[in-house]
């Protein structure tokens, strides 16, 4: 027996089925691969559409002071409450339906499901009017650790922030009674933590595999026996290690940062740094370029590193750092492992591919197999959009397929309103 009740709000029937004995065969399992795939993209799509929906309902509940009569201080803690969120997951979501107000075009992919939170979310923190048609047709093409990396090297960062830093570094250790060992913990501004990891990350890749299994231990083990190696033996054979930042050329011209917009100027905001995974505040980046090495990229007119064309198979150093700072991850969909080899997508001998951006993308070792000896093929524009294609014929991009009509139409039935993908939000 089932039960159906109506949603105050909607009137749309909601069933409550009984839990009694065992629950019956999902009706996936008897579809193919290829259909199952599709229904994920299909749900996933619909998701988005009802988060972007849900935002414009959340951006009038704040407006209207709904959350007042509930008794709660803000809307975030109201939202947190009403849909057993996470204090920090309601606080993004009341932050990104304000900031999608004024950014109709991005607004526009993130409800019609080609975009999902996690790709929308780190770019509102950056986004503007004059900037939002152009990233509305580049976000889908990102992963979400793409779009957090964008958002790493252009959102503001408050002039205070480097001294912030400093002030919590701190470094602490304990005994463990029970297994005789140490455990650490503590805290590293950006630049000094990078220069650690990059310091333990090296030794780690020097152990290489087990001599006698072939196989290489975890990497958090080769870490720590990295860390015991500094403390007791020479700091790294040969040389140091290399910890980079990279900085747009703007940030390299006289009086650059009396010019700066944003928080301390007039002019153009200038990018931060990026070191690592995180940003470097621009005095901060000034500060290191009092004494270091500079490298420069040449880049074309489309803003994109050109390389070094048809000379050499080797990516050089500093091509090798712009492809691992650009993708940040293996590119292969839905990967994030370390980026272990620079593949060229046109073979340098066989298709007489150049040693350019445009032709070089990152992957991690089990992918980079997966390419040569598994025959998989890489298409597109390494420097935009890449397509993988298995043997079978089966493609995989990094942007997710259009709502189906009929997708769409469940999704409004499911939220009681008519869905919309154009025009700006409620004023």
Known sequence: MTDTLSTP??????AIEPVLGPPEPSPYVALSPAARTDVVEQLTGAIAALQAELGRVVVAVDRAGDHLADGATDV?????????????????????????EHLPALRTVFASGEVAFDQ??????????????????????????????????????????????????????RPDQKSGGFHYRGFLPTEAGEAVNA????????????????????????????????????????????AVLHVESGLLAPGAEAAAGGL???????????????????????????????EHAVEGP?????????????VPDWLRRHIEARDGTCRFPGCERPIRHVHHNRHWTRDRGPTDSHNLDGLCWAHHHLVHEGRWE??????GELTFTSPHGRRLTSRRPPLRPTTRAAAARISGTTLTVAGPGPP
């Open 199 to 242: 310091a333990l990350s090296a030794l780690a890749e020097q152990a290489g595999p087990d001599a006698a299994t072939g196989l290489w231990e975890p990497f958090g083990a080769r870490c720590a026996d990295a860390l015991h190696d500094l403390a007791v033996g020479d700091r790294l054979p040969g040389q140091a290690a290399l």
């Open 302 to 314: 489309n803003g994109t590193t050109i390389g070094i064309g048809r000379r050499t198979r080797t």
């Open 9 to 14: 709000s909607t009137g749309w029937p909601v």
């Open 76 to 100: 975030a803690a109201w939202l947190a409450w009403r849909t057993g969120a996470t204090r920090r997951h309601a606080r993004e979501t009341v932050r990104v339906a304000h900031a999608l």
């Open 120 to 173: 929308v979310r780190p770019v509102t923190a950056f986004a503007t009017p004059a900037t939002d048609d152009d990233l509305a047709h580049e976000l889908p093409g990102w992963s979400a650790g793409q779009a957090e990396a964008v958002a790493r090297r252009l959102t503001p960062r408050p002039d205070d922030e480097p001294g912030t830093a400093r002030a919590r570094r701190s470094f602490h250790w």
């Open 378 to 383: 890489v298409t597109g524009d390494a420097d």
């Open 264 to 294: 301390g100027g007039d002019g153009p905001l200038l990018a931060n740094g990026v070191l690592g995974p995180l940003a470097v505040h621009r005095r901060t980046v000034l500060r290191y370029l009092c004494d270091c090495d500079v």
